[in-house]
């Protein structure tokens, strides 16, 4: 898939839009990169972004970038750490290819804050279809 068509079939997924995940092609390497405003419902009963947000920027951009590999696909496994509990405006999502395998893709994925500082780190594995 091209990352047109990646951004394309995020943007129709209702849950995603829910959550207010946005994509966009790099232009220079056409890794596909996320960026999610944080807003009051994103947050949970504590005051801090709730970790089912961080792990579906994190699973969603990995998937993005791993369909540049391979499509379709479906989320394997996964090994994913909350780094902070900080405030931030938005939360930037990338991705880099780990393995392209035989039936699978591994990514690791960063979620940073506005000041550029990791915020929550994980690898994905996703199974080819």
């Known amino acids: 898939m091209t990352g047109k068509n990646i951004i394309d079939y995020y943007t129709r997924s209702r849950f995603v839009e829910h959550c207010g995940i946005e994509f966009e092609e790099n232009a220079r390497d056409g890794s596909i990169t996320s960026r999610t405003e944080i807003l ?48 931030t405006r938005y939360l930037y999502g990338s ?24 915020f929550a780190e994980g690898t994905f594995t996703y199974y080819k279809v």
Do not use: Q
């Not at 290819?97 to 500082?117: C, F, P, Q, S, Y």
């Open 40 to 87: 009051p419902m994103h947050m949970n009963g504590s005051g801090h972004i709730h970790g089912g947000l961080l792990f579906t920027i994190a699973d969603t951009t990995g998937g993005a970038n791993a369909r540049l590999y391979a499509d379709p696909l479906v989320t394997l496994d996964s090994d994913f750490h909350f780094l902070t509990s900080k405030t």
């Open 95 to 118: 991705a880099e290819l780990v393995r392209n395998g035989g039936a699978i893709v591994v990514m690791r994925v960063t979620i940073k804050d506005d000041n550029g500082e990791t």
